[in-house]
């Protein structure tokens, strides 16, 4: 099934719209286990749905034209950056609409590997990854494929074309500053 979805990501990277078509039952489990993964650190009351997150991040990609796929894992660490940027559209459409409304909490041990318990919400994550990602556009996407797209550090590695033990210094040093970052923004 590998080659398969590679073949279509590569063939639907060069605008044939039918490669989407079949790529997407053949990916849809694994988007929709993102989906279920993602929400599941969302306030217990969310509206939105795993089917309905992965369906939005189907209409995005719909638009995409001239990506050059290299394989799957890149594919799913774009399809995991939507769900973020979709959740986080989410939530600030939520916030605008209630005055005043509550943040969505989630906790830094939800970055794997982190074990403190202390409660930060989306935009608070958010904002803390784009300051990442001026300080340090490597970590970023570290950050990105790991937690958000749940790669290994092997998929990380491949998909960055960097080596393993880059990708796990780097990860290591992106985790401990938004453990900082988050820490300071909760004082």
Known sequence: MVTNVTTLLKDWGRGDQEALNQLMPLV?????????NRLKQERSDHTLQP???????????????????KNRAQFFAVAAQLMRNILVDYVRNQLAAKRGGERTKLYISDLPEIVAEQPIDLLALNEALIA????????????????????????????LELSATTVKREWNIARAWLLRELTNQNK
């Open 51 to 69: 089917t309905a997150l992965v369906n939005e991040v189907y209409l995005r990609l719909v638009d995409w034209q001239d990506v050059d796929w």
């Open 132 to 159: 990442l990602s001026v300080i340090d556009p490597q970590q970023h996407q570290i950050v990105e494929l790991r937690y958000f797209a749940g790669l290994t550090i092997e998929e990380t590695s491949l998909v």
């Open 28 to 36: 849809y489990d694994q988007l929709r286990y993102l989906a279920i």
